[in-house]
Protein backbone atom coordinates (compact mmCIF):
# COMPACT_ATOMS: atom_id res chain seq x y z
CA UNK A 1 0.00 0.00 0.00
CA UNK A 2 2.87 2.56 1.16
CA UNK A 3 4.39 1.94 -2.62
CA UNK A 4 1.09 2.57 -3.97
CA UNK A 5 0.69 5.69 -2.64
CA UNK A 6 3.95 6.79 -3.82
CA UNK A 7 3.73 6.53 -7.21
CA UNK A 8 0.02 7.82 -7.61
CA UNK A 9 1.61 11.07 -5.80
CA UNK A 10 2.39 13.69 -8.78
CA UNK A 11 4.31 15.87 -6.89
CA UNK A 12 6.70 12.97 -5.63
CA UNK A 13 7.29 12.18 -9.05
CA UNK A 14 8.66 15.45 -10.27
CA UNK A 15 12.61 14.50 -10.17
CA UNK A 16 14.08 17.27 -7.54
CA UNK A 17 16.24 18.76 -10.09
CA UNK A 18 13.59 19.95 -12.66
CA UNK A 19 11.54 21.18 -9.50
CA UNK A 20 14.33 23.18 -8.44
CA UNK A 21 14.99 24.79 -12.15
CA UNK A 22 10.89 25.39 -12.22
CA UNK A 23 11.36 27.52 -8.86
CA UNK A 24 14.10 29.33 -10.30
CA UNK A 25 12.95 30.00 -13.39
CA UNK A 26 9.61 31.36 -11.61
CA UNK A 27 11.73 33.48 -9.14
CA UNK A 28 14.03 34.79 -12.45
CA UNK A 29 10.52 36.00 -13.90
CA UNK A 30 9.89 37.78 -10.38
CA UNK A 31 8.77 35.34 -7.68
CA UNK A 32 5.22 36.38 -8.01
CA UNK A 33 4.18 34.22 -10.91
CA UNK A 34 4.72 31.00 -8.33
CA UNK A 35 1.38 31.51 -6.85
CA UNK A 36 -1.12 32.39 -9.67
CA UNK A 37 0.81 29.75 -11.93
CA UNK A 38 1.81 26.63 -9.57
CA UNK A 39 -0.95 24.12 -8.84
CA UNK A 40 -1.95 24.08 -5.37
CA UNK A 41 0.01 21.78 -3.14
CA UNK A 42 -1.97 19.16 -1.58
CA UNK A 43 -0.66 15.22 -0.16
CA UNK A 44 -1.62 11.61 -1.19
CA UNK A 45 -5.24 12.48 1.08
CA UNK A 46 -6.70 14.50 -1.34
CA UNK A 47 -6.50 11.44 -4.33
CA UNK A 48 -10.12 9.85 -4.79
CA UNK A 49 -9.63 5.91 -5.99
CA UNK A 50 -12.03 7.03 -9.61
CA UNK A 51 -14.36 3.94 -11.03
CA UNK A 52 -11.52 3.33 -13.76
CA UNK A 53 -8.95 2.10 -11.12
CA UNK A 54 -11.47 -0.52 -9.53
CA UNK A 55 -11.56 -2.75 -12.72
CA UNK A 56 -9.58 -3.72 -15.44
CA UNK A 57 -9.61 -1.86 -18.60
CA UNK A 58 -10.38 -2.41 -22.27
CA UNK A 59 -8.32 -5.28 -23.69
CA UNK A 60 -5.17 -5.34 -25.84
CA UNK A 61 -6.13 -5.04 -29.77
CA UNK A 62 -9.58 -3.15 -28.26
CA UNK A 63 -8.44 -0.61 -31.19
CA UNK A 64 -5.74 -2.61 -33.56
CA UNK A 65 -4.76 0.37 -35.43
CA UNK A 66 -4.55 3.06 -32.59
CA UNK A 67 -6.75 5.44 -32.07
CA UNK A 68 -6.39 9.31 -30.14
CA UNK A 69 -8.35 9.01 -26.43
CA UNK A 70 -11.95 9.49 -27.29
CA UNK A 71 -11.70 12.87 -25.06
CA UNK A 72 -9.47 14.20 -27.80
CA UNK A 73 -12.11 14.09 -30.80
CA UNK A 74 -12.29 17.92 -30.63
CA UNK A 75 -8.62 17.44 -32.54
CA UNK A 76 -9.31 17.46 -36.50
CA UNK A 77 -9.08 18.77 -39.56
CA UNK A 78 -11.15 20.81 -40.06
CA UNK A 79 -12.37 22.82 -43.63
CA UNK A 80 -14.59 25.93 -44.91
CA UNK A 81 -17.10 26.08 -47.10
CA UNK A 82 -17.09 27.54 -50.47
CA UNK A 83 -14.84 24.89 -52.57
CA UNK A 84 -15.57 25.29 -55.95
CA UNK A 85 -15.17 22.31 -58.21
CA UNK A 86 -16.54 19.18 -56.67
CA UNK A 87 -13.07 17.09 -55.13
CA UNK A 88 -11.54 20.54 -55.15
CA UNK A 89 -11.19 21.67 -51.55
CA UNK A 90 -8.62 21.63 -48.26
CA UNK A 91 -8.64 20.96 -44.87
CA UNK A 92 -6.74 22.64 -42.45
CA UNK A 93 -4.41 20.98 -39.77
CA UNK A 94 -5.26 21.67 -35.91
CA UNK A 95 -2.18 23.84 -35.17
CA UNK A 96 -3.52 24.69 -31.62
CA UNK A 97 -3.70 21.65 -30.53
CA UNK A 98 -0.86 19.87 -31.37
CA UNK A 99 2.83 19.93 -29.51
CA UNK A 100 6.21 19.25 -30.57
CA UNK A 101 7.23 19.51 -34.39
CA UNK A 102 5.76 16.23 -36.05
CA UNK A 103 2.64 16.08 -37.74
CA UNK A 104 0.06 13.07 -36.76
CA UNK A 105 -0.48 11.46 -40.44
CA UNK A 106 -4.34 11.92 -39.47
CA UNK A 107 -4.22 15.34 -39.21
CA UNK A 108 -2.03 16.35 -41.66
CA UNK A 109 -3.88 19.04 -43.81
CA UNK A 110 -4.63 18.11 -46.99
CA UNK A 111 -5.05 19.68 -50.04
CA UNK A 112 -6.75 18.25 -53.76
CA UNK A 113 -8.17 19.61 -57.01
CA UNK A 114 -10.26 16.70 -57.98
CA UNK A 115 -10.20 14.67 -55.17
CA UNK A 116 -8.30 11.73 -53.55
CA UNK A 117 -7.95 9.16 -56.27
CA UNK A 118 -8.52 5.26 -55.25
CA UNK A 119 -5.23 3.68 -56.61
CA UNK A 120 -4.53 0.24 -56.56
CA UNK A 121 -0.77 0.37 -55.44
CA UNK A 122 -0.08 -2.76 -57.96
CA UNK A 123 -1.58 -1.39 -61.05
CA UNK A 124 0.43 1.94 -60.06
CA UNK A 125 3.46 2.77 -62.58
CA UNK A 126 5.74 5.25 -62.68
CA UNK A 127 7.12 6.57 -66.15
CA UNK A 128 10.22 8.52 -66.52
CA UNK A 129 10.81 9.83 -70.25
CA UNK A 130 11.66 12.65 -72.39
CA UNK A 131 15.44 13.51 -72.44
CA UNK A 132 16.95 10.32 -70.89
CA UNK A 133 19.06 7.07 -72.52
CA UNK A 134 16.63 4.44 -71.43
CA UNK A 135 12.76 5.48 -70.32
CA UNK A 136 11.43 3.43 -67.64
CA UNK A 137 8.32 2.07 -66.45
CA UNK A 138 8.73 1.13 -62.74
CA UNK A 139 6.39 -0.63 -60.14
CA UNK A 140 6.06 0.00 -56.71
CA UNK A 141 7.91 -2.83 -55.65
CA UNK A 142 10.76 -1.91 -58.31
CA UNK A 143 10.91 2.18 -56.02
CA UNK A 144 10.67 -0.46 -52.72
CA UNK A 145 14.13 -1.99 -54.17
CA UNK A 146 16.60 1.14 -54.69
CA UNK A 147 18.04 2.64 -51.34
CA UNK A 148 16.05 4.50 -49.28
CA UNK A 149 16.22 7.66 -47.23
CA UNK A 150 14.17 9.32 -44.39
CA UNK A 151 13.76 12.83 -44.21
CA UNK A 152 11.93 15.40 -41.97
CA UNK A 153 10.72 17.97 -43.79
CA UNK A 154 7.71 20.52 -43.23
CA UNK A 155 5.20 20.96 -46.54
CA UNK A 156 3.71 23.86 -46.60
CA UNK A 157 0.90 25.10 -49.13
CA UNK A 158 1.94 28.57 -50.74
CA UNK A 159 -2.06 29.54 -49.87
CA UNK A 160 -1.18 28.82 -46.49
CA UNK A 161 -2.46 32.75 -44.84
CA UNK A 162 -3.89 33.97 -48.22
CA UNK A 163 -6.61 35.19 -46.60
CA UNK A 164 -5.17 37.25 -44.52
CA UNK A 165 -3.37 40.58 -46.51
CA UNK A 166 -6.48 42.69 -46.22
CA UNK A 167 -8.14 41.94 -43.13
CA UNK A 168 -7.65 39.27 -39.93
CA UNK A 169 -10.37 36.87 -40.90
CA UNK A 170 -8.96 33.57 -39.76
CA UNK A 171 -10.08 33.79 -35.57
CA UNK A 172 -7.96 30.51 -35.24
CA UNK A 173 -4.48 29.88 -36.05
CA UNK A 174 -5.76 26.38 -37.72
CA UNK A 175 -6.91 28.37 -40.52
CA UNK A 176 -4.82 31.08 -40.76
CA UNK A 177 -1.26 28.70 -40.56
CA UNK A 178 -2.85 25.33 -40.54
CA UNK A 179 -2.32 24.19 -44.50
CA UNK A 180 0.92 23.08 -42.84
CA UNK A 181 2.46 20.13 -41.95
CA UNK A 182 5.92 18.62 -40.44
CA UNK A 183 6.18 14.65 -41.52
CA UNK A 184 9.54 11.84 -41.77
CA UNK A 185 9.51 11.33 -45.32
CA UNK A 186 10.75 7.93 -46.53
CA UNK A 187 11.90 7.35 -50.12
CA UNK A 188 13.64 6.90 -52.85
CA UNK A 189 15.96 10.06 -53.91
CA UNK A 190 14.91 11.28 -57.14
CA UNK A 191 18.49 11.42 -58.59
CA UNK A 192 19.22 7.67 -58.04
CA UNK A 193 16.30 7.03 -60.32
CA UNK A 194 17.22 9.52 -63.25
CA UNK A 195 20.41 8.33 -63.18
CA UNK A 196 19.08 5.18 -63.58
CA UNK A 197 16.76 6.19 -66.77
CA UNK A 198 20.63 8.50 -67.65
CA UNK A 199 19.45 11.98 -68.35
CA UNK A 200 21.08 13.39 -71.67
CA UNK A 201 22.93 16.36 -71.60
CA UNK A 202 20.10 19.05 -73.16
CA UNK A 203 18.10 18.90 -69.80
CA UNK A 204 16.91 20.84 -67.81
CA UNK A 205 13.52 20.54 -66.32
CA UNK A 206 11.47 17.70 -65.36
CA UNK A 207 7.33 17.60 -65.52
CA UNK A 208 6.03 16.28 -62.87
CA UNK A 209 1.89 14.83 -63.08
CA UNK A 210 0.31 13.18 -60.90
CA UNK A 211 -2.60 10.33 -61.28
CA UNK A 212 -5.81 12.32 -59.91
CA UNK A 213 -8.05 13.56 -62.58
CA UNK A 214 -6.81 17.17 -62.46
CA UNK A 215 -3.75 15.61 -63.72
CA UNK A 216 -2.42 18.24 -61.82
CA UNK A 217 1.49 18.85 -63.23
CA UNK A 218 4.33 21.13 -62.63
CA UNK A 219 7.68 21.78 -63.82
CA UNK A 220 10.81 21.26 -61.51
CA UNK A 221 14.29 22.58 -62.62
CA UNK A 222 16.59 19.50 -62.93
CA UNK A 223 19.20 20.87 -60.42
CA UNK A 224 16.25 20.54 -57.57
CA UNK A 225 15.56 16.98 -58.66
CA UNK A 226 19.35 16.34 -58.26
CA UNK A 227 19.85 18.12 -55.35
CA UNK A 228 17.46 17.23 -52.86
CA UNK A 229 13.98 15.77 -54.33
CA UNK A 230 12.34 12.37 -53.26
CA UNK A 231 9.65 10.02 -54.33
CA UNK A 232 8.23 9.65 -51.43
CA UNK A 233 5.79 6.12 -50.28
CA UNK A 234 6.19 6.21 -46.21
CA UNK A 235 5.39 9.23 -43.96
CA UNK A 236 6.04 8.77 -40.37
CA UNK A 237 7.01 5.43 -40.58
CA UNK A 238 3.75 3.83 -42.59
CA UNK A 239 2.91 3.93 -46.18
CA UNK A 240 1.16 7.28 -47.55
CA UNK A 241 -2.08 8.07 -46.39
CA UNK A 242 -4.46 8.41 -50.03
CA UNK A 243 -4.90 11.85 -48.91
CA UNK A 244 -1.00 12.34 -48.78
CA UNK A 245 -0.61 10.74 -52.39
CA UNK A 246 -0.69 6.85 -51.63
CA UNK A 247 0.97 4.86 -52.89
CA UNK A 248 3.88 7.91 -54.59
CA UNK A 249 4.55 11.20 -54.20
CA UNK A 250 7.22 13.67 -55.14
CA UNK A 251 8.22 15.61 -52.15
CA UNK A 252 10.66 18.70 -53.33
CA UNK A 253 11.77 20.04 -49.43
CA UNK A 254 11.45 23.77 -48.62
CA UNK A 255 9.43 24.31 -52.13
CA UNK A 256 5.72 25.57 -52.22
CA UNK A 257 3.19 22.81 -51.61
CA UNK A 258 1.88 22.64 -54.65
CA UNK A 259 4.94 21.33 -57.00
CA UNK A 260 4.98 17.82 -54.03
CA UNK A 261 2.62 16.09 -57.15
CA UNK A 262 1.01 13.63 -55.37
CA UNK A 263 -0.18 10.30 -56.82
CA UNK A 264 2.71 10.48 -58.68
CA UNK A 265 2.67 8.44 -62.37
CA UNK A 266 4.83 10.20 -64.65
CA UNK A 267 8.18 12.22 -64.67
CA UNK A 268 9.32 13.91 -68.44
CA UNK A 269 12.45 15.21 -68.61
CA UNK A 270 13.14 18.47 -70.84
CA UNK A 271 15.24 21.35 -71.84
CA UNK A 272 12.39 23.62 -70.62
CA UNK A 273 9.50 24.52 -68.44
CA UNK A 274 6.13 23.03 -69.43
CA UNK A 275 4.09 26.31 -68.07
CA UNK A 276 1.35 23.63 -67.07
CA UNK A 277 -1.63 25.62 -65.82
CA UNK A 278 -0.79 25.23 -62.09
CA UNK A 279 2.49 27.82 -62.54
CA UNK A 280 0.55 29.58 -65.10
CA UNK A 281 -2.79 30.31 -64.34
CA UNK A 282 -2.37 29.29 -60.67
CA UNK A 283 0.76 29.76 -58.03
CA UNK A 284 1.50 32.85 -59.70
CA UNK A 285 1.84 36.18 -57.75
CA UNK A 286 0.70 38.97 -59.16
CA UNK A 287 2.85 42.52 -58.47
CA UNK A 288 2.38 45.94 -57.56
CA UNK A 289 3.44 46.98 -61.14
CA UNK A 290 0.62 45.03 -63.11
CA UNK A 291 3.19 42.17 -63.74
CA UNK A 292 2.83 38.42 -62.69
CA UNK A 293 5.72 37.02 -61.23
CA UNK A 294 5.99 33.26 -61.93
CA UNK A 295 8.29 30.30 -60.20
CA UNK A 296 8.01 31.26 -56.72
CA UNK A 297 9.68 28.13 -56.00
CA UNK A 298 11.40 28.11 -52.41
CA UNK A 299 9.08 29.29 -49.17
CA UNK A 300 10.60 32.14 -47.41
CA UNK A 301 10.98 32.07 -43.31
CA UNK A 302 7.78 32.36 -41.21
CA UNK A 303 6.86 31.75 -37.52
CA UNK A 304 3.52 31.75 -35.93
CA UNK A 305 2.37 31.22 -31.94
CA UNK A 306 0.12 28.36 -31.65
CA UNK A 307 0.02 28.76 -28.06
CA UNK A 308 -1.57 31.01 -26.78
CA UNK A 309 -3.76 32.06 -29.78
CA UNK A 310 -7.80 32.53 -30.57
CA UNK A 311 -9.05 28.97 -29.93
CA UNK A 312 -7.07 29.11 -26.25
CA UNK A 313 -8.46 31.68 -23.09
CA UNK A 314 -5.97 32.80 -20.71
CA UNK A 315 -7.36 31.54 -16.94
CA UNK A 316 -5.90 33.97 -14.79
CA UNK A 317 -2.51 36.66 -14.71
CA UNK A 318 0.74 34.76 -14.26
CA UNK A 319 3.19 32.15 -16.07
CA UNK A 320 2.71 31.45 -19.17
CA UNK A 321 4.86 29.89 -21.93
CA UNK A 322 4.16 30.81 -25.35
CA UNK A 323 5.24 28.08 -27.73
CA UNK A 324 5.10 28.43 -31.10
CA UNK A 325 6.69 27.15 -34.82
CA UNK A 326 9.18 28.28 -37.06
CA UNK A 327 10.63 27.37 -40.33
CA UNK A 328 12.09 28.51 -43.87
CA UNK A 329 12.45 26.62 -47.25
CA UNK A 330 15.82 28.27 -47.28
CA UNK A 331 17.74 26.05 -44.91
CA UNK A 332 17.52 26.00 -41.04
CA UNK A 333 16.05 28.25 -38.69
CA UNK A 334 18.98 30.41 -36.88
CA UNK A 335 16.76 32.29 -34.07
CA UNK A 336 12.99 33.58 -33.42
CA UNK A 337 12.16 36.67 -31.27
CA UNK A 338 8.71 36.96 -29.80
CA UNK A 339 6.88 40.47 -28.33
CA UNK A 340 4.42 40.61 -26.13
CA UNK A 341 3.59 43.88 -26.81
CA UNK A 342 3.05 44.39 -30.31
CA UNK A 343 6.41 44.66 -32.19
CA UNK A 344 7.58 47.47 -29.99
CA UNK A 345 10.16 44.97 -27.67
CA UNK A 346 11.48 41.93 -28.72
CA UNK A 347 13.21 38.72 -26.54
CA UNK A 348 14.74 35.74 -28.30
CA UNK A 349 13.03 32.75 -28.16
CA UNK A 350 14.61 29.59 -26.83
CA UNK A 351 14.92 26.70 -30.01
CA UNK A 352 13.62 23.29 -28.83
CA UNK A 353 15.62 20.84 -29.40
CA UNK A 354 17.91 19.99 -32.43
CA UNK A 355 17.15 22.26 -35.63
CA UNK A 356 16.54 20.65 -39.05
CA UNK A 357 17.11 21.86 -42.43
CA UNK A 358 13.19 22.96 -43.90
CA UNK A 359 11.68 21.46 -40.90
CA UNK A 360 9.70 22.61 -38.32
CA UNK A 361 11.68 23.92 -35.52
CA UNK A 362 9.22 25.00 -32.22
CA UNK A 363 10.36 27.83 -30.56
CA UNK A 364 9.38 28.51 -26.85
CA UNK A 365 9.39 31.69 -24.29
CA UNK A 366 8.09 32.22 -20.58
CA UNK A 367 5.67 35.02 -20.19
CA UNK A 368 4.72 36.60 -17.39
CA UNK A 369 0.81 38.00 -17.70
CA UNK A 370 0.01 40.76 -15.91
CA UNK A 371 -3.66 40.42 -16.81
CA UNK A 372 -3.65 43.50 -18.68
CA UNK A 373 -4.11 43.83 -22.91
CA UNK A 374 -1.06 42.35 -24.87
CA UNK A 375 -0.20 41.80 -28.53
CA UNK A 376 1.74 38.89 -28.93
CA UNK A 377 4.15 38.17 -32.22
CA UNK A 378 6.51 36.07 -33.11
CA UNK A 379 9.90 36.68 -35.66
CA UNK A 380 11.74 33.88 -37.94
CA UNK A 381 15.13 34.67 -39.00
CA UNK A 382 16.77 32.13 -41.26
CA UNK A 383 20.88 30.87 -41.73
CA UNK A 384 20.20 33.31 -44.59
CA UNK A 385 20.36 36.02 -42.28
CA UNK A 386 16.80 36.57 -43.80
CA UNK A 387 14.03 38.26 -41.30
CA UNK A 388 10.47 37.03 -41.30
CA UNK A 389 8.54 40.27 -42.71
CA UNK A 390 6.30 42.75 -40.94
CA UNK A 391 2.41 42.80 -43.06
CA UNK A 392 3.32 46.61 -43.96
CA UNK A 393 6.84 45.64 -45.07
CA UNK A 394 5.26 42.94 -47.05
CA UNK A 395 2.45 44.67 -48.76
CA UNK A 396 5.37 47.83 -49.71
CA UNK A 397 7.15 45.03 -51.39
CA UNK A 398 3.64 43.09 -52.84
CA UNK A 399 1.04 44.88 -53.09
CA UNK A 400 -2.31 43.66 -52.30
CA UNK A 401 -3.25 41.94 -55.47
CA UNK A 402 -1.05 38.04 -53.95
CA UNK A 403 -2.67 35.70 -52.53
CA UNK A 404 0.18 32.85 -52.11
CA UNK A 405 3.47 33.48 -50.60
CA UNK A 406 2.10 35.65 -47.39
CA UNK A 407 4.47 35.36 -44.55
CA UNK A 408 4.19 37.89 -42.45
CA UNK A 409 4.41 38.33 -38.89
CA UNK A 410 1.48 37.56 -37.23
CA UNK A 411 -0.61 39.18 -34.37
CA UNK A 412 -2.95 37.61 -31.35
CA UNK A 413 -4.22 40.35 -29.17
CA UNK A 414 -4.98 39.14 -25.48
CA UNK A 415 -8.12 41.05 -23.75
CA UNK A 416 -7.62 41.74 -19.97
CA UNK A 417 -10.42 38.67 -19.86
CA UNK A 418 -8.23 36.38 -21.56
CA UNK A 419 -9.78 35.82 -24.65
CA UNK A 420 -7.32 35.74 -27.84
CA UNK A 421 -7.86 37.14 -31.40
CA UNK A 422 -6.33 37.37 -34.59
CA UNK A 423 -5.80 41.37 -35.13
CA UNK A 424 -3.43 43.58 -37.53
CA UNK A 425 -1.19 45.97 -35.68
N1 LIG B 1 -1.63 15.20 -58.02
C1 LIG B 1 -1.81 16.20 -57.16
N2 LIG B 1 -0.76 16.64 -56.45
C2 LIG B 1 -0.91 17.65 -55.57
C3 LIG B 1 -2.17 18.29 -55.41
C4 LIG B 1 -3.27 17.80 -56.14
O1 LIG B 1 -4.41 18.25 -56.04
N3 LIG B 1 -3.05 16.75 -57.03
N4 LIG B 1 -2.25 19.38 -54.56
C5 LIG B 1 -1.00 20.11 -54.33
C6 LIG B 1 -1.08 21.15 -53.34
S1 LIG B 1 -1.76 22.60 -53.85
C7 LIG B 1 -0.51 21.02 -52.11
S2 LIG B 1 -0.43 22.31 -51.04
C8 LIG B 1 0.02 19.72 -51.64
C9 LIG B 1 -0.76 19.28 -50.42
O2 LIG B 1 -0.28 18.08 -49.91
P1 LIG B 1 -1.11 17.29 -48.81
O3 LIG B 1 -2.54 17.20 -49.26
O4 LIG B 1 -0.42 15.99 -48.64
O5 LIG B 1 -1.03 18.11 -47.54
O6 LIG B 1 -0.06 18.71 -52.61
C10 LIG B 1 0.14 19.16 -53.96
N5 LIG B 1 0.18 18.03 -54.86
MO1 LIG C 1 -1.28 24.20 -52.29
Not at 313 to 328: H, M, N, P, Q, V
Request: with cysteine; glycine share 8%.
Amino acid sequence: MKQKTKLINPLQEIPTTSRRQFLLCSAALGGAALTAAAPARAGTENLSIPAWSKRSGDPVLWHPYGQPSAQQSHVVRRTLPGAPVPGAGASWTPLQNLHGNITPNGLVFERHHAGIPNIDAALHRLVIHGLVKQPLLLTMDDLLRFPAVSRIHFLECSGNTSREWRAPVSNSVQFSHGLLSNCEWTGVRLSTVLDEAGVLPAAQWLLAEGADAAGVSRSIPLAKAFEDALLVYAQNGEMLRPEQGYPLRLLLPGWEGNMSIKWLRRLKVADKPFFARNETSKYTDLLPDGTSRIFSFGMDAKSVITYPSPDHKLRDKGFYEISGLAWTGQGRIKRVDVSTDGGKSWREARLDGVVLDRALTRFRIDWQWDGGPATLQSRAIDETGYVQPTLQQLIAKRGLNSAYHNNAIQSWAVAADGSIKNVHV
